[in-house]
């Protein structure tokens, strides 16, 4: 049994089985009028259109499955935390323009809040950010060895694009660390790619400048 989609721009072959068309109660053959292939790009040209409310649908959707959810997903990072962290690297590797893309409408999005929750960080802690900042900065620059080749220095940003997007991935804040650290109290490490790591923001912290 076979029926012609109802959309005049449909660029299904038509007419098309009746398995290509979803199910109505009021339509013709108990089948909707228009195919399978049409109702999606109709509900996704809606979705590009309309994207408040598909936002309020997906927080309502979630809201009214959000225990279902948690269980569900608590049992799922559980048992397949290797798994996922895999799976979200090389998602991550394999859709690194789209991630970029993401950053930058994200910071777009949150700029003047993020403007605004820096602008009283700093008006807090004025002495003690710049200090920090500058003896940092100095720090790097000295420990930045004259001798490195260019594609040292390429690896050494490469650590810092992966911090960036692994950050995106994972949510969680990925800081590029020095193994042995620049301010150490007893050793200084220098700033070259075999001194370099990425850690979680709390690993960091964790590791203080302990050496
Ligand atoms: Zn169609």
Known sequence: MTKTCSRPDCEQANPQPFEEFGRSKTGKFGLMSMCRSCNRKKAAAWAVANPERVKTQNRQYYQNNKE??????AIYRATHKEEIKVKKLKWADENKEYLVEKKKQWYQ????EKKAYEA?????????????RKKYKLAKRNAVPTWL???QLEQIQHYYDAAQWATTILEELIVVDHIVPLQ??????????WNLQLLTE??????GNKL
């Open 68 to 73: 279902t959810f948690r269980i569900e997903t």
């Open 109 to 112: 999005d949150n700029k003047e």
């Open 120 to 132: 009283e960080y700093r008006t807090k802690n004025r002495g003690k950010h710049r200090a920090d």
């Open 149 to 151: 080749t260019k594609e």
């Open 184 to 193: 150490g109290k007893n050793v200084r490490g220098l700033h070259v790619p």
């Open 202 to 207: 709390e690993e960091n912290c964790r590791k």
